[in-house]
């Protein structure tokens, strides 16, 4: 259920992008998108009542098996969002200076190159 | 025996040290990206013909990430390789005279060379997709590079769809590791093997391979390449049209069908057609261009279309030819386009209308041109027509007789383009060409032209050794392919798991 919901917000961002024409809002349904994978990669390792993927002595590795939530997509989540925010920066960057150039947002008005 | 980290770490850190030092040294830009991609050119000679492991921190490989070499990684890193010790050659004298900072250039440059060197080298499904995009951040910034108008609108469309692509294959990638908890691309397809497909895994294929073609371009896909190509400068059309769309679509698609999910009718099908629509509809789109640059960029997608014909048959020659013809585009096509930048660096003009006659003023990018055509249209006995040659022929074998005939079509239509650009640009001259205007121009500077040639004796001889020297370089690359996932885990996971047989 709470998967079908991320993938709802995957769609509602890949709709911002292929339907707005306002760059700020084909930015926006990007980073919708990106970060319904990352709350979806987050809930592949996520379980209910888990404890901190942290092992120390006095921890059984049965108890810390069955209990500890899964690490690993917690290590991909902050990759992708460091990756995220390069992206993200640059796209600004890129939309900052064509505002300079067009002096709008609107991208059916930037028709300079060749169709 | 090459540490293969190395591919990545050394362009990382002259990547890193460039912006540090140069504030004070005004020469170091040039010097260190030229040692640096001989350096790793180089390095990649030296694997030929090696097959070796290398686990990052020693973690064996399901758990830690490793780096695989074998034949068709060891293609790919030459070619990368190449294309960007000649690009850099090329840069030297061109980015002095139209862009204002070699710092940034190099530096990006060299970043965008550690993520592809990485995705050819990595074992790992995660870490592939954080090379690709290393590799994607640091080209939209160099299409967007002069900051014009054009460019910036390139470089932001070009943006756009390569980072849904990035999202999709992000996307593939958490629906795999929630369905087998691995990352591992012979873990996967291990898992694969031992469960069987089902539909979590066939839509995360698709989303893979929607993912992956929009990066390689192919046809439904190809929308962003014709403006992102031009407005690139030359050399970094020449490494994104001869290498990128290959290192980060072609072998992506490549090594996940043949050595993780396996290939099966269907996606040989797939392939092939995709392959036949690009390579005809972008020939098409090519012939009516009047712009120098985005006709060639236009021809990249008609040829990756023979790339995919290739690889889509499936057979060990389909292979082999698509190999060849990766290899080849790669050189004449970078050739073009750096033939192109010496034409804009010398006239300032890429229409073709308003150039003319630079045969006589431009001799030495003339006749380079004048190969690198013959070889793209497969005229023998340039390294082009070997490859088309090996792909028709195994279109035929493997009962497909249409397939090549529209191979055959793509080629001539080719033909006819470049014939245009010989005649409006080097052997004649188009309707706007004013002959006062070209008064002045002299052939372009030494590293430049040395970067030409280089490549041009490429084309040519590539073309006469692999008549006896093609087992030599490709056939470790159609091993690799042809035996299928199943040498791949073996090779990968050696005795840590039972795998089970073919």
Not at chain 2, 34 to 39: A, K, Q, V, W
Not at chain 2, 162 to 180: D, E, K, M, N, Q
Not at chain 2, 188 to 204: E, P, R, V
Request: glycine share 8%.
């Amino acid at each position: 259920m709470i998967y079908t919901l991320c993938f709802l917000l995957f769609t509602i961002g890949l709709y911002g992008v292929t339907c707005k024409k306002n760059i700020v809002k084909i930015i926006l349904g990007l980073l919708i998108m990106e970060y319904s994978i990352n709350l979806f990669l987050i809930l592949l390792g996520w379980r209910k009542n888990g404890i901190a993927p942290i092992i120390d002595q006095s921890m059984s590795h049965e108890v810390f098996v069955f209990q500890a939530v899964d690490p690993l997509p917690q290590a991909l989540v902050l990759t992708s969002i460091v990756i995220g925010l390069g992206v993200l920066s640059l796209m600004v960057a890129i939309s900052i200076r064509l505002y300079q150039r067009y002096g709008t947002f609107d991208i059916t008005e930037m028709n300079k190159l060749k169709r | 025996m090459t540490n293969l980290s190395l591919f990545i770490l050394i362009p990382l850190a002259a990547a890193f040290l460039i912006p540090v030092v140069s504030r004070k040294l005004k020469w170091f830009p040039d010097v260190c990206g030229i040692f640096t991609t001989l350096l790793l050119l180089l390095l990649s000679l030296q694997t030929m013909n090696q097959e070796t492991v290398y686990a990052m921190g020693n973690w064996p490989a399901p758990y830690g990430i490793v780096f695989v070499l074998d034949g068709f990684s060891c293609l790919l890193l030459i070619i990368i390789n190449l294309v960007g010790f000649v690009s850099t050659l090329f840069s030297f004298e061109y980015i002095e005279y139209f862009y204002t900072s070699k710092l940034r250039y190099y530096s990006l440059f060299l970043l965008m060379l550690a993520g592809m060197n990485g995705v050819v080298l990595t074992g790992d499904l995660f870490n592939l997709f954080v090379f690709l995009e290393i590799a994607s951040i640091a080209s939209y910034a160099l299409v967007g590079f002069g900051c014009q108008s054009r460019e910036l609108e390139a470089s932001f469309k070009y943006l756009v769809m390569s980072t849904v692509a990035s999202s999709f294959i992000l996307l593939a990638i958490a629906l795999v590791y929630g369905r087998f908890g691995s990352l591992n691309i012979a873990h996967i397809a291990l898992l694969i093997k031992q469960h069987g497909m089902n539909d979590t895994i066939i839509f995360s294929f698709v989303l893979l391979l929607v993912g992956f073609g929009v990066k390689s371009a192919i046809v439904p896909f190809h929308a962003w390449l014709p403006d992102a190509h031009p407005s690139a400068p030359a050399p970094i059309s020449a490494m994104l049209s001869g290498v990128v769309i290959k290192a980060l679509g072609v072998y992506a698609i490549v090594r996940l069908v043949y050595n993780l999910f396996g290939m099966t009718a269907l996606i040989s099908n797939l392939l092939i057609y995709s392959g036949i629509i690009s390579m005809i509809i972008g020939v098409l789109l090519a012939l009516g261009q009047w712009d120098f640059k985005r006709l060639l960029a236009y021809h990249s997608i008609s040829q990756m279309g023979y790339i995919f014909l290739g690889f889509g048959l499936g057979t060990p020659l389909g292979i082999l030819g698509g190999a060849f013809h990766l290899f080849n585009h790669s050189l004449f096509k970078s050739l073009l386009f750096l033939n192109s930048g010496s034409v804009e660096y010398e006239t300032g003009t890429r229409n073709l209308e308003k150039l003319g006659d630079l045969v006589q003023k431009m001799p030495v990018t003339a006749f380079s041109s004048l190969i690198a055509s013959l070889s793209i249209s497969g005229i023998p006995p340039f390294n082009g027509f070997w490859s088309k040659l090996i792909i028709i022929i195994a279109a035929v074998q493997a009962g497909k007789p249409v397939v090549a005939l529209w191979a055959v079509i793509g080629s001539i239509l080719t033909l006819a383009s470049f014939s245009k650009i010989q005649r409006y640009v080097f052997f004649g001259h188009g309707k706007n060409f004013d002959q006062n205007s070209f008064k002045a121009i002299n052939e372009v500077p030494l590293l430049m032209k040395m970067s030409m040639i280089i490549l041009a004796i490429l084309c040519t001889f590539t073309g006469l050794l692999m008549i006896n020297g093609v087992n030599g370089i490709f056939g470790p690359v159609v091993n690799v392919l042809d035996a299928g996932p199943h040498t791949y885990i073996e090779k990968i996971l050696k005795s840590n798991f039972f795998i089970p047989g073919n």
